[in-house]
């Protein structure tokens, strides 16, 4: 057995290693998945068969022990203390193998039922939703807010509640699945989406904009104008960038690519059955769906709520919108 937990070990630590260096297009939640698997089968072996075993050569050993005080007993010696309480010891202790496969299972199986089916965390990598969330914000996301799925299949066990337009969500990149995206929602199934000369049209209604003061952006060091949208039952801030163009550029060709019409204004997309239009509140600075295409509601993770931490700035911390 301590061979053959030194291979799987090492095979854990491959693949870790493997996609930390690139080599690999890692998947998270079939590692872990798969951790607590095979923890779990050693702490059922342990339960049921090892610990039992290791129980029984004390018992026995014990046994022998007292048969030879016993023995001295007859032969008028006496023995004042057991001097096989440290074999006995010895005996019970878990080996290191399954220290650390046995021993692991409630913590792995813990954190795998966690962010499987109650919240996971993720950090903010990058600037596409500025203002809502910064680079280096921590987030939680529900992962029971659209309905239980399945982890690693994603398959969806309940229904929860129906996404709504103005809900961040975090969902897997439909050209990389692997990857994992949180933008805004725009568009639901059957919406007709307008983005033309950076002003969002839902179904031929203009989505409110209100303008509010200049966000200064760290990174870049300069201002950038802001507005106040609403288009769910709560408003949100959007950044525009008045020296980027309008029109896209650099679209690829994705499924159900037919129900956009672009042009030097900007986009309009019909989005398909079982589909969502993405975008970033940093909307001339974000690669959405405007240019990748739709997400499909297999690929859905979870619904954004809140920012947990930030060590560069604890005043993130809190809901958000």
Not at 118 to 133: A, D, Q, R, V, W
Not at 280 to 302: E, K, L, M, T
């Amino acid at each position: 057995m301590q061979i053959l937990t030194s291979l799987i070990l090492a095979a854990f630590a491959a693949y870790a290693g493997g996609w930390y260096l690139g080599r690999i297009e890692g998947n998270f939640a079939l590692l872990l998945f798969m951790a607590t698997v095979v923890t779990g089968l050693y702490w059922l072996a342990e339960r049921f068969y090892f610990l039992p075993k290791r129980r029984q050569s004390a018992d026995a050993l014990a046994a022998r022990a007292a048969e030879r005080r016993a023995e001295l007993a007859k032969m008028g010696l006496r023995q004042d203390e057991d001097d096989t309480a440290g074999a006995r010891q010895q005996l019970l202790m878990q080996p290191w193998w399954l220290d650390w496969t046995a021993g692991l299972f409630p913590v792995i199986a813990a954190v795998f039922l966690l962010r499987s089916f109650l919240f996971e965390p993720f950090k903010i990598p990058s600037g596409s939703m500025i203002p809502t969330l910064l680079v280096g914000d921590l987030i939680l996301v529900n992962k029971f807010h659209y309905g239980l799925r399945l982890p690693v299949l994603n398959t969806k066990l309940t229904e929860g509640t129906p996404v709504q337009r103005g809900d961040v969500m975090v969902f897997r990149y439909p050209p990389q699945p692997s990857l994992d995206y949180i933008k805004r929602v725009v568009g639901v199934p059957g919406d007709e989406v307008a983005y033309l000369n950076k002003r969002l049209t839902v179904n031929g209604k203009a989505i409110e904009t209100q303008a509010v003061p200049e966000f200064f952006d760290e990174e870049s060091m300069r201002y950038m104008r802001q507005f106040e949208e609403k288009l769910g039952s709560q408003p949100h801030r959007l950044l525009n960038d008045d020296d980027r163009p309008a029109y896209v550029m650099g679209a690829i060709q994705f499924p159900y690519h037919e129900n956009c019409r672009y042009s030097v204004e900007g986009v309009v997309c019909k989005v398909p059955a079982g589909h969502y239009f993405m975008m970033g509140d940093n909307r001339d600075n974000s690669q959405d769906s405007r240019y990748w295409g739709f997400v499909p509601d297999a690929n859905i993770v979870g619904r954004a709520v809140f920012v947990w931490m930030n060590f560069g700035n604890l005043k993130r911390i809190g809901s958000f919108n």
